[in-house]
């Protein structure tokens, strides 16, 4: 496929199926993914496969899904840097969203105020080094849809210099 | 190519050849990449293109204004700073980026992160035309009279600049960490 033109609703299924996500396909959309770019091959990320089966563990913090990829950068250097590999993770989820939905997987990317608190976030075993860049929502939707969709024209903010 | 294999296969470009580029490209990529990105909400992010030879030298002006009239950039030989100046304003053309401040930390994140995602989604679609870009973040051009120069308002943040072009060769990769080696699985527990 190109991505020049891919068309569709990239934003997610609303609703998941009961279905499971296999962590092996997670891995390999995530080896791709990792050829983000990111400054000084710092690749400040790391990733917290959360497997749902029974699907109570986000209650409250998340919608239902089969299954979560937390996805955390690195916050321990100086703000300039923090500020380029939150970038570089936002780069790395953009590649994994594309890969995913090539194989009909559904990805909802979303961010959330209790990404913040670290006492919420080291439950699932987030360190003081790290924090939550996003969590994605993972499974197959019902309604996944390539491209028979007509979304609504975005406007793009363009002026020249 | 797949997918997969342009993920794989793009590089930063920091050298790239006088091909020009077309505006119209451009801002049919960008409008493509818009319509890609994860975070869905129109307005949150804003572009500001230089591509004429005046407007890209305005832009590199601005961005060495700092440097130039530093301690330290006073100490190197006007020649010296004309070769830099001139390896930028010899890129064909920059996509600026900025995206809207919200009122909190968590509508600034999502409005960063949408750019972002955007941004590597043009940089994507570019390589697949050809074009080389640089995503650039240098402290060094961060300062108040380069904010000015590109027109940054008072509730927007800069995201980052990409120096665009067409390339004679791309440099090789280097190895990313598999993700093998940064990754846990936590197990959900049962009700």
Redesign the interface.
């Known amino acids: ?4 033109d ?2 569709g609703d ?2 997610g299924p609303s609703e998941f199926l009961d279905q499971p996500v296999s ?1 092996d396909l997670i ?1 390999e959309l ?8 990111n ?1 000084g ?1 710092r ?1 400040p ?13 986000m209650q409250g913090l998340q919608e239902q899904a089969p299954a979560y990829l937390l996805v955390l950068v690195n916050a321990e250097s100086d703000q ?1 840097k923090q ?2 590999d ?2 570089a993770v ?2 790395l ?3 994994f ?3 995913a939905y ?1 194989q009909s997987l559904g990805v909802r ?1 979303t ?3 209790w990404m ?1 608190e670290s006492s919420r976030t080291e439950v ?2 987030v360190l003081n080094n790290e924090r939550i ?2 969590v994605l929502e993972l499974g197959y939707g019902a309604n996944q849809s390539k491209g028979t969709t007509d ?1 609504p024209e ?8 | ?4 294999e ?3 296969a ?1 590089r ?1 470009i920091r050298k790239c050849n006088s091909t020009p580029v077309d505006q119209e490209l451009v ?1 049919e ?4 990449a ?7 909400e ?2 949150s ?8 030879p005046e ?1 890209r030298k ?2 590199v002006d601005c961005m060495l204004e700092q440097m130039s009239q530093s301690k330290i950039g006073k100490l190197i030989p006007g020649k010296l700073l004309d070769v830099f100046k001139k390896r930028f304003t010899d890129i064909p053309a ?1 996509v ?1 980026v900025m995206s809207t401040v919200g009122p909190d ?2 509508t600034n ?2 409005n ?2 949408a750019a ?2 955007m ?3 043009f ?3 570019g390589w ?2 050809g074009l080389g870009m640089l ?1 650039d ?1 240098e ?1 060094m051009i ?1 300062h108040e009279g380069f904010f000015k120069g ?2 940054l308002r008072e509730d927007e943040r800069f ?2 600049i990409l120096h665009i072009g067409y390339f004679d060769k791309a440099p090789r990769s ?1 190895k ?5 080696q ?10």
């Open positions: 496929m190109k991505l020049s891919l068309e990239m934003g962590q891995l995530l080896n791709h993914a990792v050829w983000a770019p400054d091959l690749e990320w790391r990733f917290i496969f959360v497997d749902n089966p029974y699907g109570d563990i300039h500020e380029e939150f970038a936002c780069c989820i953009q590649n969203r594309l890969l090539e990317c961010l959330h105020d913040y699932f075993g860049a996003a979304l975005t406007q793009l903010h363009f002026e020249l210099l | 190519m797949s997918l997969a342009l993920i794989r793009r930063s801002v990529l960008l409008r493509k818009n319509r890609l990105q994860p975070f869905g129109t307005g992010w804003r572009v500001v293109y230089a591509g004429t407007a305005r832009l920059h600026i930390r968590l994140d999502r960063y992160a972002c995602g941004m590597q989604c940089q994507l679609m697949e035309h995503w973040t402290s961060q590109i027109g995201v980052g280097r990313r960490t598999p993700a093998e940064k990754w846990t699985v936590l197990r959900g527990q049962s009700t």
